[in-house]
């Protein structure tokens, strides 16, 4: 169902506690679910009481607030649960490029959720009568180049390299795509299980079709607070510990890494600063450490001036150089030149606001577009003038692993 601009009535909306589910995944059903997911706690939710198409262009977060006022402002609730997530909620992805149709905005009908040693349950317009049925394995997996196969995407990244050295920009994220076929149409809920049982530290999301776990969280915010979690500069992870630890403490030492974490970090400083009173920024970053790759990391946490929602600061932060690179606008034709494709929602924001204007929302990386028995995975790497094509071509291999577990179990 879909719901025009001022012209249908107001959502009925009820959130009660319930008894804790323990596993939200296990209470979808197959449909279409929505998820949004870490260590155990979260929201999953089913069914559409709402859905907006955002078109596509500059206004675009514009244009979704103002959906959200007259959707989720004007609904009438019964929330006995008053907390971030309760109410009524809409699930959203955007598109990385403004101008790249797909991106949505969705109530859905239930939403489940549990946080904090809390859990309840939100309706809207009745009880939810869907039956759950056991998920399904999708069966044998076949891979295929998406728009450039290997050797021609490395030939992009020595594309970027040069218009770097050559001193157009100093840092752009081009990504690459594979096509996954399966034997059997993709249950997402065992993509979910498996995203979630084996990076319990990452966001494991799920909206409109895009599928994926990502270590990085765009902005979360909690009344005045807002947080965010800055990721740049990657190393594959070892054979052993030793391994792993030399491979860590190299990568806090190299100076292309540490160059490519700082643009991200500036880049999220210079759009968080205008919104919030306090900023706090680490000056080292941290390393994070997930069973794939090792990450440079710095989190960030502020507090809001004036009365700004989770998607404002949203549309304030993306794209962010940890996704597009430095400066933006460069970086940008730069990727539209060279990667040869359409992220659709890859690298674009994803997660959940709720009425009050909280929320979490989340870069979609380590992630794919299911779309019945197919599947095209994404992912991308930060280049820099001393980038070695070979090199980012594995670490985008490694990054790739995520959503092939998924697939493969
Ligand atoms: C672009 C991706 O990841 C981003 C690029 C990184 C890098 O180049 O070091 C690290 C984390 C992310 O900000 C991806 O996973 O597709």
Redesign the pocket.
């Known amino acids: 169902m879909s719901v025009a601009l001022g012209l249908t009535r107001p959502l009925v909306v009820r959130t009660t506690p319930v008894d804790d589910p323990v596993d939200l995944i296990s209470r979808l059903p197959e449909a279409a679910p929505y998820a949004w997911i870490r260590r155990g706690e979260g929201l999953v939710a089913w069914g559409e009481a709402a859905r907006a198409v955002v078109p596509p262009g500059p206004g675009r977060f514009g244009w979704a607030r103002d959906w959200l006022a007259a959707t989720l402002g004007a609904a009438h609730v019964d929330d006995g649960v008053g907390v971030p997530g309760s109410g009524p909620v809409a699930f959203g992805s955007f598109t990385f490029d403004e101008n790249s149709p797909g991106s949505v905005l969705v109530v859905p009908r239930i939403v489940l959720a549990r946080r904090d040693g809390r859990a309840w349950l939100t309706t809207v317009g009745g009880e939810p009568l869907d039956l759950v049925t056991a998920p399904r394995e999708p069966g044998r997996i076949r891979y295929g180049d998406g728009s450039l196969s290997a050797p021609e995407w490395e030939h992009a990244v020595a594309g970027a390299v040069e218009r770097i050295r050559a001193g157009r920009l100093e840092k752009a994220?081009l990504?690459r795509d594979l096509t996954a076929t399966a034997d059997q149409a993709i249950d997402v809920r065992v993509l979910l299980a498996r995203l979630s049982g084996r990076y319990p530290d990452c966001y494991t999301f799920s909206c409109d079709g895009l599928v994926g776990a990502?270590?990085?969280l765009l902005v979360r915010r909690t009344g005045e607070t807002v947080e965010s979690l800055?990721?740049?500069?990657?190393t594959p992870r070892g054979a052993d510990e030793a391994d792993d630890r030399r491979r860590g403490a190299a990568l806090r030492a190299s100076g292309k890494?540490r160059h490519?974490?700082t643009c991200?970090v500036e880049s999220v400083r210079t759009a968080l600063a205008p919104l919030c009173s306090e900023l706090e920024v680490p000056g080292e970053p941290e390393l994070l450490v997930l069973p794939n790759?090792q990450?440079?990391a710095s989190p960030v946490t502020g507090r809001l001036a004036a009365g700004a929602s989770v998607l404002d600061v949203v549309a304030a932060m993306h794209p962010?150089a940890?996704?597009g690179g430095t400066p933006t606008p460069v970086a940008l034709d730069v990727i539209r030149e060279l990667e040869g494709m359409d992220r659709g929602g890859?690298?674009g924001p994803v997660g959940w606001i709720d009425a009050r204007g909280d929320g979490e929302w989340g870069?979609a990386?380590?992630c794919a577009r299911i779309d019945g028995s197919r599947a095209r995975l994404?992912?991308?790497?930060?280049i820099m003038g001393d980038s070695v094509p070979a090199a980012e071509l594995a670490?985008?291999q490694a990054?790739f692993r995520v959503m092939q577990y998924a697939l493969e179990g």
């Open positions: 994220v990504a990502t270590p990085e800055v990721l740049a500069g990657t890494d490519e974490h991200a790759v990450h440079l962010t940890a996704v890859y690298a870069i990386l380590r994404f992912a991308g790497c930060g670490e985008a990054k």
